[in-house]
Nanobody, 116 residues
Framework: QVQFVESGGGLVEPGGSLRLSCAAS????????MAWYRQISGKERELVAY????????YPQDSVKGRFTISRDDIKNAVYLQMNNLTPDDTAVYYC?????????WGRGTQVTVSL
């Protein structure tokens, strides 16, 4: 059974950093493009970053370029999102999932709150 368990969120002050983790099970991460999404309250879920099977990394949201870094650990079968210089606009629930696989269920996500 394919599952995603996100962790690492929390409350952080503006300018701070967090590292999100995604433990995947039921499949081998390195064989798929993996993505981080976020859902800001009252808005639709958006794609934040993804990493391909060839380890290429993309950041569709201009607002996170240069601040967020996606990575993958093939031994741990996990995906990470390093987030630096956080702003209140980054406050959201963050999810990971296989990109381009419509049949996957979403995990519970991890809440990131950026505030003084």
């Amino acid at each position: 059974q394919v599952q995603f368990v996100e962790s690492g969120g929390g409350l952080v002050e503006p300018g701070g950093s967090l590292r999100l983790s995604c433990a995947a099970s039921g499949f081998i991460v390195k064989y798929y493009a993996m993505a981080w999404y976020r859902q800001i309250s009252g808005k639709e879920r958006e794609l934040v970053a993804y990493i391909t099977q060839a380890d290429l990394k993309f950041y569709p949201q201009d607002s996170v370029k240069g601040r967020f870094t996606i990575s993958r650990d093939d031994i741990k079968n996990a995906v990470y999102l390093q987030m630096n210089n956080l702003t209140p606009d980054d406050t959201a629930v963050y999810y990971c999932k296989r990109k381009n696989i419509n049949g996957d269920s979403w995990g519970r996500g991890t809440q990131v709150t950026v505030s003084l």
